[in-house]
């Protein structure tokens, strides 16, 4: 009888342990295909992110250059404006504040951290277009005072021409001619 229980035994031992071992195997293989599933979904992750920020990252070139050619439209204007060669110094005023606004809005969010440079210059622009205000106003009133002032020395030259003449030479009075 030994022997047979001995068998009944080693039966169940053995069920027990091919039982074991297909549960660990299959708990391994699940950590097994976690782990890949977690690495390859980590690595597209990683990859969006990467793309994410090229992305960015050539946006921000992009807005660079058109803030570049903004700038430089924006500075040829103030150059114009500074030289006197428009007729309407106000429209180019304008045009000017509009190009800094439009300017403002490519900036964006980007103007603290990565246009530092566009957002201080366009700071300054704004002072320096009033101070050019305040000097043609100026040299308006310059004109205004250089005209008046060459009117004046027309009249007082035609006036000193008048007194010039001696009125009584060319008095022909009350004589009658005979």
Not at 25 to 39: A, D, N, T
Not at 69 to 93: A, F, G, P, W
Request: glycine share 4%; net charge positive.
């Amino acid at each position: 009888m030994s022997s047979n229980r001995e068998k009944k035994l080693n039966k169940k031992d053995v069920s027990l342990g091919v039982w074991k071992f297909i549960l660990s195997f299959i708990v391994l293989s699940g950590v097994s295909f976690i782990c890949v599933f977690f690495f390859f979904k980590s690595y597209d992750l990683q990859r969006q992110g990467v793309k994410k920020q090229a992305d960015d990252y050539r946006e921000m070139l992009s807005r660079g250059d058109v803030l570049k050619t903004h700038v430089d439209s924006i500075l040829y204007r103030m150059d114009k404006l500074n030289i006197s060669k428009v007729d309407n110094d106000i429209i180019l005023r304008n045009s000017i504040m509009d190009n800094v606004q439009d300017a403002k809005n490519i900036m964006g969010k980007d103007s603290v951290d990565n246009f530092k440079h566009y957002s201080i210059l366009m700071k300054q622009i704004e002072p320096m277009l009033a101070l050019k205000t305040e000097i043609v106003k100026v040299s308006y009133k310059e004109q205004i005072a250089l005209r008046d002032i060459s009117e004046c020395r027309g009249k007082i030259g035609i006036v000193n021409n008048e007194l010039k003449v001696d009125p009584t030479r060319n008095f022909t009075g009350s004589r009658r001619r005979r």
